[in-house]
């Protein structure tokens, strides 16, 4: 073998060696190429397994440096932007005939027939950006050492090769045709295939409703043995997930009135932490100083509202309640409002100041001190307001001086009391979980801001089981197992609307969704051997490009394209083939 290859092969994977020991995310390679080392190639998720770390071989992005020469005003401007434009140019692909040649460096310290190179010891997988340009339009090459026990025994290498969109089946790999691949490279006697199939279930609905774009995402995913066709529906016997997605404030959702309530309260909370805050526009007409005197009124009016009176306002909102009843099978609010809850829904849909806060609590705080009013109160209420009221009761209450943020702060602490109340209702009435399990979201030993980003948790958590339970119509049981595993993750996660939540469910439960409609992802897989010296060649179908750093020509009808009403998927297809290389 010649001197410079083996002295290429040595520097290549020395510098290999380097960049994973010292932990080096970004390194160049002989000016021309980028190393980058990895925990998951976003782009290789759906073709690699696990999340190990791999090197990322490509094109090295040119270094534009502007000249330091005299410019007008206007070129300096032009130069910069060209200059931005050459920063942003995306992952750039190798040719395959150098991607091949990284393949074979990499192979050759592998191999330990070959002493003249040196092994480097363990290294990470490597996968090379190619440039698609060869007869089988090669995107991805990749390599990784097999080892049984200690000792290097081979390695796997990948090929990887894709095809624009087209909406024509007939030019899909058929099933016997991928198993002919498999075998003809691996002379395999016996082979097993597996299935797997991606839904968007909000997709599936048509109705007018429906009809416009979501941040949030139910997918099914589904996985199943002994392929027969391609694009095959999933049997019943699958194994099934729904992997759920819900940001808050869409209007279909039956909690959107929860959402604005919940809107208020963290504008306060915000407002309180930073000192500015931003006050939403008013629902109602009246001043909220006008609505708190009618509230006050009332109370006055039916007997000076005795203890234990829920008042007329409570049964219009039971009346209320009952009417949403019949709309959505997920209600939230509820029929039992103690006088600070109905001050808080007044408030919250008509403060648009501080002084306004202030001055609705300073009418509430006289009337409770003179005896004018003696409303009832939930005994288990914890805000600095109802405390007062429940002191008044004994003729015992204590100075309240309405100064500063203390009323803005007590305003915050009704909100959180009535709704910790309206969550508390639904998911124990429903019984989705226990007061037991909700203890850290219902601690009001920390602070006021801990307490709002609690809530705020809880609140999303019913916006997952809103989709669940009045979308999915998913049964108690899945929807009881769900609840506890959520609970359980913003225990000790961050608020993340753009965490997905996992739920393992029977494909009878959902195939109402998927059995009519087109997969936005299918793949299947052939497969041989065993441990280590399992081989696999598989067929991508997906709605969106699995490779990123090179174009497509767009196989789709121009008045399919334009007005997006043709039901028919194009699908852009990914081929995945893999060749096991003994050195023993």
């Given at each position: ?52 770390p ?19 005003a206007?070129?300096?401007v ?21 991607a ?16 003249q190179?040196e ?36 390695v796997?290498?990948?090929?990887v ?10 030019s ?9 691949e ?6 395999a006697?016996?082979v ?8 968007n ?28 066709k391609?694009?095959?529906c ?42 500015e805050?931003e ?11 006008d ?5 006050i ?5 039916i ?7 829920t ?17 959505s ?7 039992d ?35 004018k ?10 805000s ?10 004994q ?32 998911l ?8 037991n399990?909700l ?12 307490q ?11 916006e ?14 899945r929807?009881?197992l ?24 029977k ?30 060649t ?30 028919k ?7 995945v ?8």
């Amino acid at each position: 073998m010649g001197s410079k290859i083996v002295s290429e092969a040595n520097a290549f994977v020395k510098f290999l060696k380097s960049c994973q020991d010292e932990n080096k995310e970004n390194c160049t390679y002989m000016d021309d190429i980028s190393v980058l080392l990895v925990e998951r190639e976003e782009l290789l998720h759906d073709i690699l397994s696990g999340n190990q770390p791999i090197f990322v071989c490509e094109k090295a992005q040119p270094k534009c440096e502007p000249e330091a020469t005299e410019t007008t005003a206007d070129t300096s401007v032009v130069e910069e932007t060209l200059f931005k434009v050459e920063q942003h140019l995306g992952p750039q692909p190798l040719s395959v005939m150098k991607a091949r040649q990284l393949m074979s460096w990499y192979t050759m310290a592998q191999n330990p027939n070959m002493p003249q190179v040196e092994a480097p010891g363990t290294l990470h997988p490597l996968w090379v950006r190619c440039d698609k340009l060869d007869p089988c339009a090669t995107a991805w090459l990749g390599v990784e050492t097999v080892y049984s026990g200690n000792k290097t025994s081979g390695v796997k290498l990948y090929t990887v090769t894709c095809k624009g969109p087209t909406g024509d089946e007939t030019s899909f790999t058929t099933v016997d045709e991928l198993k002919q691949e498999h075998e003809k490279r691996h002379h395999a006697s016996t082979v097993a295939t597996k299935g797997y199939a991606q839904y968007n279930l909000f997709c599936s609905l048509k109705e007018e409703s429906m009809m416009f774009e979501s941040q949030s995402s139910v997918i099914a995913s589904l996985t199943w043995n002994n392929v027969e066709k391609v694009l095959e529906c999933p049997p019943l016997s699958s194994k099934a997930s729904l992997n759920i997605k819900v940001a808050v404030g869409d209007m279909r959702s039956p909690l959107y009135q929860t959402y604005k309530e919940m809107e208020f309260l963290l504008a306060l909370a915000e407002g309180l932490r930073t000192g500015e805050t931003e006050w939403l526009e008013p629902i109602e007409t009246q001043s909220a100083v006008d609505l708190t005197r009618a509230l006050i009124e009332e109370l006055e009016n039916i007997g000076q509202g005795a203890p234990g009176h829920t008042g007329k306002a409570s049964e219009k909102q039971k009346a209320k309640t009952d009417a949403i009843a019949a709309f959505s099978s997920m209600v939230i609010e509820r029929g039992d409002l103690d006088f600070t809850e109905q001050l808080w829904e007044k408030m919250r849909k008509s403060v648009t100041s501080y002084q306004d806060v202030t001055e609705c609590l300073r009418i509430v705080v006289k009337a409770v001190k003179l005896g004018k009013i003696k409303p009832w109160i939930h005994k288990d209420s914890n805000s600095t307001l109802s405390k007062l009221i429940l002191q008044s009761y004994q003729q015992q209450i204590d100075a309240m001086p309405l100064t500063g943020l203390t009323p803005a702060n007590m305003l915050l602490e009704l909100g959180l009391d009535k709704i910790r109340k309206d969550f508390i209702n639904y998911l124990v009435g429903k019984e989705l979980t226990t007061l037991n399990y909700l203890r850290y979201y219902l601690d009001t030993e920390v602070d006021l801001q801990e307490q709002v980003i609690r809530v705020r948790k809880l609140h999303h958590l019913l916006e997952i089981l809103g989709t669940c339970s009045t979308f999915l119509s998913l049964p108690h049981d899945r929807l009881f197992l769900f609840t506890q595993s959520c609970l359980q993750y913003y225990k000790t996660s961050n608020y993340d609307e753009d965490h997905v939540f996992q739920l393992q469910i029977k494909p009878a439960l959902i195939s109402y969704f998927y059995e009519k409609e087109q997969p936005f992802s299918w793949a299947m897989q052939v497969s041989s051997g065993q441990g280590s010296k399992e081989v696999k060649t598989a067929l991508y179908l997906s709605d969106k490009p699995l490779v990123d750093h090179i174009t497509f020509d767009l196989d789709v009808p121009l008045d399919e394209s334009a007005n997006g009403e043709s039901e028919k998927m194009f699908y852009y297809r990914t081929m995945v083939s893999c060749s096991l290389i003994s050195f023993t």
